[in-house]
């Protein structure tokens, strides 16, 4: 099956517009950091992370996800694939994960690479349904912020539920916070982990609101983990260099990182009203979901069209991806929904337009609107 199609027009999610990068923000940071850094800074790298970067995102995550840790209890990684690696080799492969049924298929690749089964969890419109996760699993990855890739935050009755499980049965909830800052019409959702620290791993990274090419993220971990975490990941920081997470630590405490958020944020919702409005003006008949939040929508499209649709997209050369790809293989099949997953956060604003009427144009064919 088709399940991504690459062309000129780069409408694949996940990928924030490079030239979008803070630039100014980000030389300023890194002037005052420097300045500021202890000579030590520049030695070797402590797997726990800059000590800086850590109180710095204690407070920010405090006051902006609700998030309830403690210095001592973040451990800096290179990103969520990174956390999930650490994860998989602290608590070992001998137990199953509970995933969503839709995700990103490179998570579960990387938790099969550690030996690690996956069991998939059906989601619907108020995120996954937490009263399936086997009871015997060692833990469930979910995003309760916004669902990826389907949209939507998780139910609060969920959310309680998912703990209820983890307290039952000894697991650990592991929340993705991708996307927990991107919400554009209401206030952001808070964080799961502010419920229960000692039963949740809440992992974040920058990798959507500044750069992938930062290659840094972050764990809050419950107390009993921090020591295994930084032991998995060896003596010295393989990864995150120690300026950047000096640089980082000085945006989030200045402010500057607030205010890019904000300029992003009103950014991606401009962004996403022209979607919607074009669709639905050339595509009626197209739903689309997952709005709320993130830098992706997902176009739901009538039974049996998804890889027509996709077809169509690659012959006016528009990179698009299919729901499809995102479902778990041992998921059932029957009831499995057809879209397609669309971000509008990287193109360049010149080429933005031409890419959603090059998309349009495709439905168009394949729809008949």
Known sequence: MVERTLGPHDLVQGKPDPAAFPRTAWLTAARRALTAAPHEAFGIGDPHGRTELRHALTEYLARVRGVRTAPDRIVVCSGAAHALRLLARVLGPADPWAVEAYGLPFHRGLLAGAGVTTLPVAVDEDGARVADIPRHARAVLLTPAHQFPTGGPLHPERRAGALEWARASGGLVIEDDYDGEFRYDRRPVGAVQGLDPERTVLVGSVSKSLSPGLRIGWMCLPSALVGP??????????HSSATDQLTLA??????????HVRRMRKRHRLRRDRLTALLAERAPAVRVTGIAAGLHAVLELPPGTERAALAASARRGVAVEGLDLYRHPDAPRSGAADGLVVGYATPPERLYEPALEALCDGLSEVLGD
């Open 250 to 259: 000085e945006l989030l405490a200045s402010g500057a990182y607030d205010r």
């Open 229 to 238: 975490v930084v032991a998995a990941k060896g003596e010295r920081e393989p």
